[in-house]
């Protein structure tokens, strides 16, 4: 049976800031790749790079890596930052979970931020969802004690399912108490796909949780 093997080439990506996990050591030192010992801040699927070029341009006293499995992503990121000028940011390449368990130390993050993941809408596509019971429970303990857990999205059951499971996740609290969750958070960059589904009519949903510092 003649088989056909479509093979998609790769935009070489050349920015000073692009990382590729694969290619990391285990472990690497982030002190040394960023060039000094400022908090790390993670990005979870930074899409354009939009929000991280945001955030990074506004925290220079910070250290954003910036996570995407899709190529394209991480060159438009690239270009975005490289364009602002600036240092602290690495646009890296990897599965979100594979990245994390080989190259961040526990204990290691100040904030996750995940704006907009694939929302998996189909009942039978759910499990697919990044963002979940397991999900959470494995991000805990890279999270510095009192460090942000941050997610958004448009879809109603996506972000009330991980509004109730953070809230039942003992080690968090609630930064947006009494609410669970809201729909507007002054100040907060609003991202591609965010502007995309507000242009529609859609709400979204901000859910912010630090983890507890005594525990
Ligand atoms: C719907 S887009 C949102 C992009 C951006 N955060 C925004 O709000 O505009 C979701 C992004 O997450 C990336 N992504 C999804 N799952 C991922 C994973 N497990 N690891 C790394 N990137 C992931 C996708 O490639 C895509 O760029």
């Known amino acids: 049976m003649l088989q056909v093997v479509i093979m998609h080439t790769l935009i070489p990506i050349t920015s000073p800031l692009f990382l590729v996990g694969a290619e990391l050591d285990e472990q690497p030192a982030w002190s040394t790749?960023?060039?000094?010992?400022?908090?790390?801040?993670?990005?979870?699927?930074?899409?354009?790079?939009?929000f991280v070029v945001?955030?990074?341009?506004?925290?220079?006293?910070?250290?954003?890596?910036?996570?995407?499995?899709?190529?394209?992503?991480?060159?438009?990121?690239?270009?975005?930052?490289?364009?602002?000028?600036l240092t602290?940011?690495?646009?890296?390449?990897?599965?979100?979970?594979?990245?994390?368990?080989?190259?961040?130390?526990?204990a290691s993050l100040q904030a996750v931020f995940i704006n907009c993941p694939d929302p998996w809408?189909?009942?039978?596509?759910?499990?697919?969802?990044?963002?979940n019971q397991e999900?959470?429970?494995?991000?805990?303990?890279?999270?510095?004690?009192?460090?942000l857990f941050h997610f958004a999205t448009d879809f109603d059951d996506y972000g009330v399912d991980v509004a109730n499971l953070l809230r039942r996740q003992a080690g968090f609290e609630n930064l947006l108490a009494p609410d669970h969750w809201r729909h507007d958070l002054e100040g907060f960059p609003r991202t591609k796909y965010m502007l995309k589904f507000?242009?529609?009519?859609?709400?979204?949903?901000?859910?912010q949780y630090r983890r507890r510092a005594e525990e």
């Open 54 to 85: 945001a955030m990074a341009t506004r925290h220079p006293e910070l250290n954003f890596i910036a996570l995407d499995f899709y190529n394209k992503g991480c060159l438009k990121s690239c270009k975005r930052a490289d364009r602002a000028g």
């Open 33 to 50: 790749i960023f060039g000094n010992d400022n908090p790390l801040v993670l990005e979870i699927g930074c899409g354009i790079g939009d």
């Open 121 to 131: 809408p189909k009942r039978c596509q759910r499990k697919r969802r990044l963002v």
């Open 135 to 147: 999900f959470v429970s494995f991000m805990e303990p890279y999270l510095k004690p009192g460090a």
């Open 88 to 106: 602290n940011v690495r646009i890296v390449r990897d599965e979100a979970r594979t990245f994390i368990r080989r190259c961040l130390p526990l």
């Open 198 to 207: 507000m242009a529609e009519g859609k709400e979204i949903y901000f859910v």
